[in-house]
Each structure stands twice: as structure tokens, then as C-alpha cells.
């Protein structure tokens, strides 16, 4: 069974930053693109970062550039999300993904963390 596990998220207030991981097996991690989603109060599940399973390219929703860094750690199979200057409209469980076609539709899910952004 495949697992990621994310964990990271947390009480923020607006302007501060997070550093959310996702965590697989090594089979996953090594073989697989692997990204981020976001599901806020209310709204569709939406595509936030990606990065390919080599780490050279990394793709990123328009509304998030410049805030959201998306990385990934090959000694420890995990995959991170550093979010800055975070904005109450941030809030919302941040889903890690996996294989597939990534950004429509992920061959994998981890259970989500819950990021809030207090004003």
C-alpha cells in the first residue's frame, strides 16, 4: 500500500511562513513526480506545485509564485513546500500527490495537514 504522509501544517499568522513535508517510500519517491494540492473551506481540491521525480523541473499555479517553493530531499524521500508571506486565504488541508498525470490526476494521496492563516 502506497503511503505519503504529510505533515507541517499548522496555526499561522498572516505573513509568516510554513514548511510543510511529505513523506514516501523510496519507490515512489524515486520513480514519480510528486506535488501538492490545496482544498480551502467550501472549494474544490486545487493543484498547487509540482516537481518532477528527478527534482529539475518544478511547475507552480500561477497564484502562488514567488511564495510557494517546492523541493525534495533524496536522503530522506520527502517532498517539501515552503510557503511565505502567507495569506488568510492560504487556509486550507494541503494534500500531497503522487504518479499519474500528476496535476489532473494523482495515482496517489497522502490524508492531508490543515494549514490556517490567521489575520
Known amino acids: 500500500q502506497v503511503q505519503l504522509v504529510e505533515s507541517g501544517g499548522g496555526l499561522v499568522q498572516a505573513g509568516g511562513s510554513l514548511k510543510l513535508s511529505c513523506t514516501t517510500s523510496?519507490?515512489?519517491?524515486?520513480?514519480?513526480?510528486m506535488g501538492w494540492f490545496r482544498q480551502a473551506p467550501g472549494k474544490e481540491r486545487e493543484f498547487v506545485a509540482a516537481i518532477s521525480w528527478s527534482g529539475d523541473n518544478t511547475y507552480y499555479v500561477d497564484s502562488v509564485k514567488g511564495r510557494f517553493t517546492i523541493s525534495r530531499d533524496s536522503a530522506k524521500n520527502t517532498v517539501y513546500l515552503q510557503i511565505t508571506s502567507l495569506k488568510p486565504e492560504d487556509t486550507a488541508v494541503y494534500y500531497c500527490a503522487a504518479g499519474g498525470d500528476l496535476q489532473r490526476n494523482p495515482a496517489y494521496w497522502g490524508r492531508g495537514t490543515q494549514v490556517t492563516v490567521s489575520s
Open positions: 523510496e519507490r515512489i519517491f524515486s520513480t514519480h513526480a
